[in-house]
């Protein structure tokens, strides 16, 4: 019924137009499962006779959140959605929107619906006084990414993951060669120095944009108690060392690692100062460790704003798997 809707009132429309969200939201829907089927974001996506039922519990996610904070405009063009773009409020920021949920039907591709499309945003926040736009793309969408510099918007950083599948005889002997200086467990009386360095370990252009990423390092009373909680049901161990430079912490690491089926998990973080002479013997220490569990993938995340970080996780035979590239078009 919602579809027949959405035909019969655009039957004799070609164009862009508001999102409605009465009446789009399963268009809509259909557009974006089709567009990211490959990525797998989509419940039941896989299973061509229940993806109406996937879309219809996508749906109902995004419900809640209309009128109030979710906008944007559709495409219609043979009595049908074609192509979205979604424009959400940033929580707590009335001067900056994201752009989201750009898509177009794999059929009406190629005709400069999606560049259009983005010129009807940019310019409705204009109108709006709003004075940044922001997305996130996939690093491997080169044309994409093209087209959002075309139109402005440049590259801030990009939070990627890596995975080590299996940890190898190479990777174990290159750790084991990179280790000089001694870690400590992270203390409570740590906390603002912990703060402080992840903040100055986030460049200023970015901070302008999202808050310091904290977590795993910084935690509070209540994060504390979900993780115990979460150590104990998943049968994982979660430790957490600091390095130190002329008294000051410099350098932070952290392992979670399993007994059960989930993959280890790394995080790493290195004050500006000390970059480029650390990140081998961190990753040493944290293969290290690991090796007193069972053996599983080895996740941990990068950002390009710390390539030496990255360098030296392929020098150790991680390797890329995914990640998403923040950019900003001031308005």
């Known amino acids: 019924m919602v579809a027949g809707a ?5 039957s004799n429309f070609k164009g862009i137009r508001p999102f409605d969200s009465s009446r789009d939201l399963f268009g809509v829907g259909q557009v974006l499962e089709e567009a990211f089927r490959p990525e797998g974001n989509f419940p039941l996506a896989n299973v061509p006779f229940l993806r109406d039922a996937g879309i219809f519990l996508w749906t109902l996610g995004y419900a809640p959140l209309f009128p109030d904070r979710v906008s944007g405009f559709v495409f219609v063009q043979d009595g049908k959605i074609v192509g979205n773009i979604t424009l959400t409020l ?9 752009i989201s949920n750009v898509a177009v039907r794999t059929a009406y591709r190629h005709r400069g619906i999606a560049r259009e499309l983005l010129q009807t945003a940019i310019k409705d926040l204009r109108a709006q006084k709003i004075s940044w736009a922001l997305l ?59 703060k402080e360095l992840i903040r100055a370990a986030t460049p200023a252009n970015v ?7 904290l977590l795993p390092f910084n ?11 979460t150590d104990f049901f998943l049968r994982q161990t979660t430790r957490r060392w600091g390095l130190e430079a002329n008294g000051n912490l410099c350098a932070l690491l952290s392992v979670i690692a399993q007994r059960g089926p989930l993959p280890h998990r790394l995080a790493i973080q290195v004050h500006p100062a000390q970059r480029g002479a650390i990140e081998k013997e961190l990753i040493a220490f944290g293969l290290d460790e690991l090796e007193k569990f069972p053996p599983r993938r080895i996740h941990i995340a990068g950002t390009s704003t710390h390539p030496e970080l990255i360098a030296a996780l392929e020098e150790n035979e991680f390797k890329f798997a995914r990640g998403l590239t923040l950019m900003a078009l001031a308005l």
């Open 136 to 194: 996130n793309v996939r690093p491997d969408n080169p044309e994409a990414i093209q087209l959002y510099e075309h139109l402005g918007f440049q590259q801030l950083e990009m939070n990627g993951e890596w995975i080590l599948s299996q940890p190898s005889h190479r990777a174990s002997r290159l750790a084991a060669s990179q280790k000089k200086n001694v870690l400590r467990p992270l203390r409570s009386s740590d906390h603002f120095a912990v």
């Open 6 to 10: 959405v035909s019969k009132s655009d």
């Open 219 to 229: 935690l509070t009373w209540d994060d504390r108690v979900a993780e115990m909680a």
């Open 207 to 213: 901070l302008q944009f999202r808050a310091p990423r």
């Open 90 to 98: 940033d929580e707590g920021r009335l001067d900056r929107y994201f």
